[in-house]
């Protein structure tokens, strides 16, 4: 068998295990391993493998990032500073139609960039919004729709997690990384709020108006989200701005907001011991399946097959963009089956190689890499409300008893809409992504 028929056989037993319920992480180890012994013949070449790979990948001082953003988003949700984010974009929508609805997107849009993971973005802001929406009259499609499509913004608003895998995996600049996915994020949080509007056009009675919070409501809440606006600053340009290393980012962040949680008196001890618990168990999630990536993509290696589909796809003398839409269609039905963490370790060793090869109107290699990143991230957020599995459906339709599944899924359709056209925009036309990079270079 030659190494591309055994990779593409590994690709297919991986498969197997998933439709079995096997663990992500666990699968692609097991695959992994068993691809590795069959193309070096011998046992024992894993096993002297096995003694280096998780100290390699491990002791990577770039990965103490993600507890430490797990850790921000963690204090930021025990500590009630998603309320206050609710709070403050209501205070300015909530007296128009939809706003209730357009706040919850724009909480959602804030507590993402103090957290980074969508799962926990959705759950969170489902517990504070959802309360507000049902008493405010939304339809149960709007409501649960608006927030589980909202929820996707905490893997593509700044700090995200995805991304900074997506760094680790590339050798890409963290910092260039967040500030390209920053005009994105803003054009996804707009899409959204124009999909809020046209539905309750089309329907006034799905998103009725409030009434108007006074003036001096609104400042105060202002005061409230103000030390969130700042930790969201003081992470990102000092990221950028190169006072501050990721990590020295991070854990300035996770102070601030854990700090902020208790002046607020949000955070007690029993929320303390929930923070540090729920980092403990994500960070342990995360690492097992990068663990297992790197064995998978160990024996990727050994079969060549990045680098033969590389090479096919760069003779063939297919459009660049057709490759890319190609790559950007798999993602859509790889996230029926897996979350956008794995899909990102999983694909990003196989696909990165083949967009770095081809010619995209002239881009270079690093302005490829971030381009590609953030077309990948926004595919792999549409796999979390898209059916048949949409994480963040679930878990908005589990806070929503009393909307049948069917109308959430109903409800996230013209998100996918706006979703869609969001990609195109950014595939025909890159420099979005990049004009920031570009605009304020590090």
């Not at 802001?125 to 507000?132: D, H, K, N, S």
């Not at 996230?412 to 420099?431: K, Q, T």
């Amino acid at each position: 068998m030659s190494g591309t028929a055994g990779g593409l056989w590994m690709f297919g037993s991986l498969m197997l295990l998933l439709v079995m319920r096997i663990p992500i992480g666990i699968a692609m180890f097991m695959v992994g391993a068993g691809g590795y012994v069959y193309f070096v013949g011998d046992m024992a070449p894993l096993l002297n493998s096995l003694k280096n790979l998780a100290y390699a990948r491990l002791s990577n001082y770039d990965l103490i990032v993600i507890p430490l953003f797990l850790l921000m988003g963690q204090f930021a949700t025990h500590g009630g500073l998603s309320r206050a984010l609710f709070r403050f974009v209501a205070a300015f929508f909530g007296h128009h139609r939809g706003g209730v609805a357009i706040a919850s997107i724009g909480a959602c849009a804030g507590f993402g960039a103090i957290c980074g993971s969508s799962l926990a973005t959705a759950a969170t802001m489902g517990q504070v919004a959802l309360p507000e929406l049902r008493r405010a009259g939304y339809s149960g499609a709007l409501s649960t729709g608006a927030l589980a499509a909202g929820g996707t913004l905490g893997i593509l608003i700044p700090p995200s997690v995805p991304l900074v895998i997506y760094a680790i995996l590339t050798q890409e600049s963290i910092g260039k990384l967040f500030m390209a996915a920053l005009l994105p994020g803003v054009i996804a949080v707009l899409g959204y709020v124009l999909v809020v509007r046209v539905v309750v056009g089309f329907d006034p009675a799905a998103g009725p108006a409030g009434s108007p919070t006074p003036w001096r409501e609104r400042f105060a809440s202002f005061l409230a989200v103000l030390p969130v606006l700042l930790v969201f600053v003081v992470v990102i340009v000092g990221i950028y701005g190169g006072w501050a290393n990721p990590t020295e980012a991070a854990a300035i962040g996770a102070a601030a907001c854990g700090l902020l949680a208790a002046i607020s008196g949000g955070m007690r001890r029993d929320g303390l011991l929930d923070s540090l618990l729920g980092t403990a168990q994500a960070t342990a999630m995360i690492f097992l399946v990068l663990l297992g990536a790197d064995m998978l993509n160990s024996a990727l290696a050994l079969s060549q097959l990045p680098a033969e589909l590389a090479a096919w796809v760069r003779d063939s003398g297919l459009s660049p963009l057709l490759v890319m839409a190609t790559i950007l269609l798999i993602y859509v039905l790889l996230g029926c089956v897996m979350d956008s963490l794995a899909m990102i370790l999983l694909t990003i060793p196989i696909f990165y190689p083949v967009v770095m090869g081809l010619d995209f109107v002239g881009l270079s290699q690093t302005d490829k890499s971030l381009w590609f990143g953030i077309l990948a991230l926004m595919v792999v957020e549409i796999g979390l409300i898209h059916p048949p599995v949409g994480m963040n459906v679930y878990i908005i339709n589990r806070l929503a008893r009393d909307v049948p599944l069917l109308e959430t899924f109903k409800g996230v359709i013209p998100f996918l809409v706006s979703d869609l056209l969001r990609i195109v925009l950014l595939l025909f036309f890159p420099g979005i992504s990049l004009y920031l990079v570009h605009t304020f270079p590090p």
